[in-house]
């Protein structure tokens, strides 16, 4: 069973046109985070959720916006897709404080 | 803000050879410090991982020291094998939000 899932794994398409990337954790945890990992490698927070709730917004292009129906779901909208949205999109999860997070496998988004 | 500066950006070793990362974070209130292995397009796994009220932690091959006066952290990688060439990262956090250095690449040479 993978803990966490994120769909699709990779996502081809046209500048300008709008996306999205969903997530689910089957591990209880009540946080979920959302990062983008660019072609250097680094690892850039995006936005976080507790229960439902935004703690963390980075600053994201509105352009994005993350939607959490419940606790184990946190998807990720992209309007007007841009070539520098090519990244891969990485959500996780974590179940508290001092406590490891948990990636799902990435989604590869690339913008032609 | 926040920063957790992680060096090198590339490291190169023999096999067999012990390879060592470094890192240093900003937030005093950071209490938990995990390090993070990425292979070539997989996704981030925890390795090890150590807690402010412990100075040095090991797991095999595997170890983590931490100075919380210096605000150092290093993860330390001995008898390196082929299948520990990978990506590092190291992370700091004290609440929700958890701070990635920007990784090390490291190689590991026949």
């Known amino acids: 069973d993978t803990a966490v899932s994120q769909t699709p794994k990779y996502l081809v398409t046209q500048m300008g046109n709008d996306k999205s990337i969903k997530c689910e954790q089957n591990l209880g945890h009540d946080t979920m985070y959302w990062y983008k990992q660019d072609s250097k490698k680094f690892l850039k927070i995006m936005f976080s959720?507790?229960?439902?709730?935004?703690?963390i917004n980075e600053t994201v292009p509105n352009r994005f916006s993350p939607k959490s129906p419940d606790k184990a779901h946190l998807n990720l909208h992209i309007n007007s897709l841009e070539l520098g949205d090519s990244a891969v999109y990485f959500c996780?999860?974590?179940?508290?404080?001092?406590?490891?997070?948990?990636f799902g496998d990435g989604t590869r988004l690339s913008i032609l | 803000g926040e920063n957790v500066e992680q060096h090198p950006s590339t490291l190169s070793v023999q096999e067999g050879d012990s390879a060592v990362i470094k890192c240093t974070y900003s937030?005093?209130?950071?209490?938990?410090f995990p390090w993070y292995k990425q292979e070539l397009g997989k996704r981030p796994q925890l390795i090890i991982d150590?807690?402010?009220?412990?100075g040095e932690k090991k797991d095999q091959r595997i170890a983590v020291t931490l100075n919380k006066t210096a605000k150092h952290f290093s993860l330390h990688i001995t008898e390196t094998q082929p299948e520990d060439s990978a990506v590092y990262f190291c992370?700091?956090?004290?609440?929700?939000?958890?701070?990635f250095g920007k990784g090390t690449r490291l190689h590991i040479l026949p």
């Open positions: 937030d005093s209130a950071s209490n938990y």
């Open positions: 992370a700091a956090t004290g609440d929700d939000k958890i701070i």
């Open positions: 996780a999860s974590r179940g508290g404080r001092g406590q490891p997070q948990h």
């Open positions: 959720y507790n229960n439902k709730e935004l703690i």
């Open positions: 150590i807690r402010s009220n412990v």
